[in-house]
Structures are given as structure tokens and as C-alpha cells.
């Protein structure tokens, strides 16, 4: 796992947990790329241009810009802020996911119209999951897609690869 915020790379290699220091990381992140022989590498964390750069020069096939939950970093920015620079500096050469402040239909359409390929949502399942096992899951999923689907029509979207910037307003 890539953590930029921290400045460090954690990965396991037979069974192993190594760390590396910020010296380290690029050649080491391409290292550890071309080990996987093939295989799509997704690193999480990214959160400026520089690093989604670095992560499509080392050959990533994608990145999930997160700031963690915000909770790793004080005054650290949402997602959002920094999710079109990001898209717009790798221009469509790697998939670009966004997770953090995801809770709504709407959410989700926002971060598809800033660019992002798709959204990771976790700690709302969580909670739908523990209050309401399979039901609760099953209801939060009906209420974001109700909720994307109300926004697409208000939108003028007809279909997610209709979702653009200028179904925004200040964009």
C-alpha cells in the first residue's frame, strides 16, 4: 500500500512487511509495479498532481485519490478539491478513482462529473451494514441509485458517460 500522506510505502512480499523511506519511493514503487508482472497496480493516497504523476510514470495502471478519511493529516483538502487537476495532469493514460466524503447519489455524480472514473464508498456501508445487515445495505444502495438517477435527469445526463464538468455549477 502507497501512502503519499504519510511518505511511506508499505508492501508485503512473501509474507513480509517492508517500509520504505521517502528517498526510496519512486524507484522502489516501480520496482514493486514491475513485480507484479502484469498485473493492474492501483496506488491510494494520491492527493497532488506530482503524485499522480510519479504513479503513471512508474507504470500504475490507476489511483485512488484519498485523503484517508481525512483523518491522517489536519487542514488536509476533501477529495473534490484536488480530484480535476489530478484528472486533468494524467489525461485519460490510467483510471482514476476517488474515495473519501462519498455518502449520496448526488456525491457520486459530482466526482464522476470532476473526472473520476468511479468512487470507492466504505464507512456508509459500515454503518447500513451494522444497522440493518443485508436490508440495510440493500437500502442504501436503492437510495444512491435513486438519488444519481434523480440528479442525471435534473442534469440532462442521460447516461453516465454523458456526466461531464459543465453539469456543474462554477465549472
Not at 44 to 55: N, W
Not at 127 to 140: D, K, R, S
Amino acid at each position: 500500500m502507497v501512502d503519499v500522506v504519510n511518505h511511506s510505502i508499505e508492501y508485503k512480499i512473501c509474507g513480509k512487511t517492508n517500509m520504505m523511506s521517502p528517498d526510496d519511493h519512486y524507484s522502489d514503487m516501480k520496482r514493486v509495479i514491475a513485480a507484479m508482472a502484469g498485473k493492474p497496480f492501483i496506488l491510494k493516497g494520491i492527493m497532488t498532481v506530482k503524485g499522480a504523476e510519479k504513479a503513471l510514470e512508474a507504470g500504475a495502471a490507476g489511483i485512488i485519490v484519498s485523503n484517508h478519511g481525512g483523518r491522517v493529516l489536519d487542514q488536509c483538502p476533501a477529495t473534490a478539491v484536488v480530484l480535476p487537476a489530478i484528472v486533468d495532469a494524467v489525461g485519460g493514460k490510467m483510471k482514476v478513482f476517488v474515495d473519501g466524503g462519498i455518502r449520496s447519489g448526488t456525491d457520486v455524480f459530482k466526482a464522476l462529473a470532476l473526472g473520476a472514473d468511479a468512487v470507492l464508498i466504505a464507512r456508509p456501508f459500515v454503518t447500513a451494514v451494522y444497522g440493518g445487515a443485508q436490508e440495510g445495505v440493500q437500502a442504501y444502495v436503492d437510495k444512491l441509485q435513486a438519488e444519481l438517477a434523480d440528479t442525471m435527469a435534473m442534469c440532462g445526463a442521460h447516461s453516465l458517460a454523458d456526466i461531464d464538468r459543465s453539469m456543474l455549477f462554477g465549472f
